[in-house]
């Protein structure tokens, strides 16, 4: 996406290209110039060829930490977000930059993996640039200009193509969001004019003063093109061609295009909400291709010193489940927007004190519709043992207070909660939007539920024997077939396709034909 030619550009802003010499290694973290938070390493590598610079390899990491608060609700300012590198040379003519590794050595936790990640980085861009040399040299080519040229028309044109099958016209949308605690109202307006697409986001809420929920303007940017690129042209390889066509607009000092020194931290509670509101907007003009609201990733971040005198500091990152879209269901447990990763439940335990007592699909959680939604899922943790020393856990569900409607009739996913319950199962405390929660004893378990993706169409004409199968599977209960799909369920989990036809009929006749219900 966009995140990794924007930090480019503003380090050679920094360092021109005539200024380079081979060994040079640039780098930066600064969110208004890279990927719009603290943790989002870039990583810039120019590529020499004969004594020229052909080629910029560059790469963009999230770090296991960055330093400052754990407490990424309370910050305020960037300042407390943890450490900040402007652009500078990470390496100087193949030197590394000691003084930098251990000033950043020095202000994160678990320096030893931070840095080895960043090494990894270096690591890939020198062996993407062996291989552009290679490639090169096989083909002869002195440089890439022509070559770089060629390919990016090619998708602009690609893109344009795309564009002008859309029908011109305005589409509005809005969503609502409590990434703070508070729902406030997100609209967008989308411009389809020929073959060029203008997205608008006048309106949207004032720069956050706490949290973090803050995005910048090209995090934003990146997140209003990629979904656009994915629905119009997903099968060209992306490159700077394919975004040509695009214009955003954001106000400066809202919360989609905030200024420095805001906190942005947790920028995805607001942005990840870019994306489904686009395909809102663009559902009456793209039916086909648009899929509903998605129930969002969230994070379970356990932090202390283990038996052995060792910090941990790991993620357990999960997804909920993918909105259903024309032509099928979503899928569960998925990690949309972003492309991050599922966390391994062994990997976590083994490297924290810390146990996963349940992680699991929730029934009835995928929204119904012709195509139902993913299902959410379900993790439980707890203490592994009493050891004395206190867990910090970090959870940031999202979505506690709003669910978004699916489209065309399709209904919510849902629901999404973070608590801590007793081992009885019951609820001790709701930490809603979340919190930072010490665990110190193996009878406080952490509940984090994450929502399941909102349904397409209505869901009185979903096939019976698709219920049934959700029946079967255990991804919908004998109630929710009745209260969500109509369908009669009768002794031994079977649906009776008379009493189903009949109360479905029933349903239908009390209902408009409002788009959507």
């Known amino acids: 996406n966009l995140t990794l030619p924007l930090a480019v550009k503003a380090i050679l802003a920094r360092f021109p290209v005539e200024t380079l010499q081979p060994g040079d290694i640039l780098t930066t973290n600064d969110p208004w110039i890279c990927a719009g938070h603290l943790f989002d390493v870039a990583i810039v590598t120019p590529v ?171 995090y934003t940017a990146a997140h209003t093109t990629y979904p656009l690129k994915c629905i119009l042209s997903p099968a060209v390889p ?65 932090y202390g010193v283990g038996p052995d005198g060792r910090v941990y ?10 909105g259903a879209w024309a032509r099928g269901d979503g899928k569960s447990a998925l990690l949309w927007p972003t492309s991050a990763a599922n966390t391994s439940v062994e990997l976590f335990e083994a490297r924290t004190p810390v146990l996963v007592l349940e992680k699991g699909l929730v029934a009835d959680t995928g929204g119904a519709g012709r195509h139902r939604g993913g299902l959410g899922q379900v993790v439980r943790v707890r203490k592994l043992f009493h050891d004395g ?15 978004t409607p699916g489209l065309f009739g399709g209904r919510p996913g849902g629901p999404v909660r973070g608590v801590m319950l007793n081992p009885a199962g019951e609820v001790v405390q709701d930490y809603g939007i979340g919190a930072l929660v010490t665990l110190s004893s193996t009878d406080e378990i952490l509940e984090l539920r994450l929502a399941g993706g909102a349904g397409y169409g209505d869901p009185l004409d979903r096939p019976v024997d698709e219920v049934q199968r959700d029946l079967d599977a255990g991804y919908v209960t004998a109630d929710g077939a009745e209260h969500e799909y109509g369908c009669v369920v009768r002794g031994g989990g079977r649906i009776e396709p008379a009493a189903t036809a009949a109360l479905r009929a029933r349903r239908r006749s009390r209902w408009h034909d409002d788009e959507p219900r």
């Open 48 to 218: 020499f060829r004969h004594g020229k610079v052909v080629a910029i390899i560059g790469t963009i990491g999230h770090v296991t930490d960055i330093g400052g608060t754990k407490d990424s609700l309370s910050a305020r300012e960037i300042y407390e977000e943890g450490f900040q590198i402007p652009p500078m040379k990470l390496y100087r003519a193949s030197v590394l930059n000691e003084d930098l590794m251990t000033l950043l050595a020095e202000n994160v936790r678990k320096s030893e993996q931070v840095i080895g990640d960043i090494h990894a980085m270096v690591s890939a861009n020198a062996s993407g640039a062996r291989r552009l040399i290679d490639f090169m040299t096989e083909y002869g080519l002195e440089d890439l200009e022509a070559l770089a040229t060629v390919i990016q028309n090619r998708a602009e044109s690609a893109m344009r193509e795309a564009i002008r099958r859309v029908p011109d016209g305005t589409y509005d949308s809005e969503i609502w969001n409590d990434g703070m605690g508070t729902t406030q109202r997100y609209p967008v307006r989308v411009v389809v004019r020929g073959d060029e697409i203008t997205v608008d986001f006048a309106g949207a809420p004032p720069q956050a003063a706490r949290g973090g929920s803050n995005c910048t303007f090209g």
């Open 238 to 302: 992306a490159n700077a061609g394919s975004y040509r066509p695009f214009t955003v607009t954001a106000p400066e000092g809202s919360i989609l295009n905030c200024t420095k020194p805001m906190a942005v931290n947790t920028r995805t509670r607001t942005g990840w909400y870019i994306a489904p509101n686009l395909f809102m907007a663009l559902a009456r003009a793209m039916p086909e291709h648009v899929q509903a609201f998605t129930g969002l990733p969230a994070s379970l971040l356990a």
């Open 313 to 322: 500091n790991d993620h357990l990152f999960q997804g909920g489940g993918q």
């Open 389 to 403: 020393q206190p867990t910090l856990a970090s959870l940031h569900p999202d979505g506690v207070l709003t669910r």
